[in-house]
């Protein structure tokens, strides 16, 4: 069940927020947590069965960290919390990598580990780095150890962020978990972010997908320089509307029901390095990287050749976390090696040259880097690649690239501005009175658009299943 459906919107949600603020405030979390793996179920019943494992586990090992804690038994903690790590790890591996690495050795011979053909579980990256986040924390006394179970499977399985994130931290949220509460201004907030964020999803992602997936599907041969070119911005811009969309509205559902999730996106497309653009994209997973692995390596408090392998490790392993292909650990090292390259090399010269030709440097490197990060077949890939750079078989331009053009400018010109924090700032400068007129007005209308869009469409990919 996406958030970007008919049903989700007038049936499921409507449903939940009845079923939650009709009961006593004891047991929302009992009814929430009901709700939550009615949803996850929803649409693959059958790994319902690993949630619950997933939940059973975490929650043992975090009473098992608090026990020995209080036991002044470091040894036992640690082991415990390794012992939930390892868990976490191995599920990931199981359903995510094992036909991977199963296809891979068998592409050089070694036929030791058979291809299991098993469907990824939604949202499995980002659920077990939540759970794996549980036990640290209380080991690292961050957050207090969960005793009822029925909160601990609340923060597990929330609804609001279980399939695409944002991915919360226990001790961002544990309190939360524990005891909230939800005003009028909270709530109409966050149904105005919601919204927002449908729209970035509906009406920018979807129509933005279409351009790209035309030029997926062009022929080698029939590819052109600036066809590439534009078929990547494309994707580019969908890859943010679709996921920082899907943030938005998680962001927004959080808010209806009390809880106040991490801002996952701020304009990243606005940054004048590479390094500032991770600092703005995905922010909820950098920050896991950066808590639960750069600094337990030494982060950046280190001989110059460490600080460069924990880099590259935190990158490749970012690279991994978004998908069993080797395009993403290539993605995953490209990016890592771009940070080197401007802590090193470019950093400097950035801070001293204009803002423009900052800007049109990270676009040029992010599209390289989005190319990576979009194509996941290397002989495809190769030949993109070998297309944006002047070397394609259909020449610089031919009538297809005109008529998409011609087509889809409009829309990527909304796009391209909408990527910006103009819009935002034009409606906080605009008068108070204003805002409460127009507010419910356009929240109406952006939902009514929205609406009507998928009533009448097929097309409503979700980018971010896949990982």
Known sequence: MVFSSVFFLFTYLPVVLVAYYITPVKARNLVLLVLNLIFYAWGEPIY?????????????????????????????????????????????????YWDFIAGSLDAVGLHFMPKLGLSLPIGISFYTFQ??????????????????????????????????????????????????????????????????????????????????????????????????????????????FDFSGYSDMAVGLGRMLGFEFMRNFNYPYIAKSMTEIWRRWHISLGTWFREYLYIPLGGNRVSTAKLVRNIVLVWAATGIWHGASWNYLLWGLYSGGMLVLEKYFLGDKLKRAPGWLCHLYVIFFTLVDRTIFAIEDFP?????????????????????????????????????????????????????????VALPVLLLAGLLICTCYLVDATYNPFLYFRF
């Open 380 to 436: 495809r890939l190769g030949v993109y690649l070998k297309a944006m750079f002047g070397f394609a078989g259909g020449g610089l331009l031919n009538d297809n690239f005109l008529y998409y053009l011609h087509s889809y400018l409009p829309m990527l010109i909304i796009a391209c501005v909408a990527c910006t924090p103009l819009a935002a700032n034009l409606w906080k400068k605009a008068g108070e009175r204003t805002r409460q």
């Open 131 to 240: 759970t794996m986040s549980y036990t640290i924390d209380v080991y690292r006394g961050d957050a207090k150890a969960q005793k009822s179970i029925v909160n601990f499977g609340t923060f597990v399985t929330l609804f609001p962020q279980l399939i695409a994130g944002p991915i919360i931290k226990y001790k961002d949220l544990g309190d939360q978990i524990d005891r909230r509460t939800c005003s009028s201004e909270q709530f109409a907030s966050g149904v105005e972010v919601f919204v927002v964020g449908l729209a970035k999803k509906v009406l920018l992602a979807n129509n933005l997908g279409q351009l790209w997936d035309a030029y997926k599907a062009v022929p080698d041969a029939q590819l052109t320089t600036l066809g590439a070119w534009l078929g990547i911005l494309a994707f580019s811009l969908q890859l943010y």
């Open 48 to 96: 319902i069965v690993i949630m619950f494992l997933s939940i059973a586990i975490d929650y043992t090992h975090g009473m098992l960290v608090d026990k020995y804690k209080k036991r002044d038994n470091d040894r036992a903690a640690r082991r415990a919390v390794a012992s939930s790590v390892f868990f976490n790890l191995a599920l990931l591996f199981f359903f995510k």
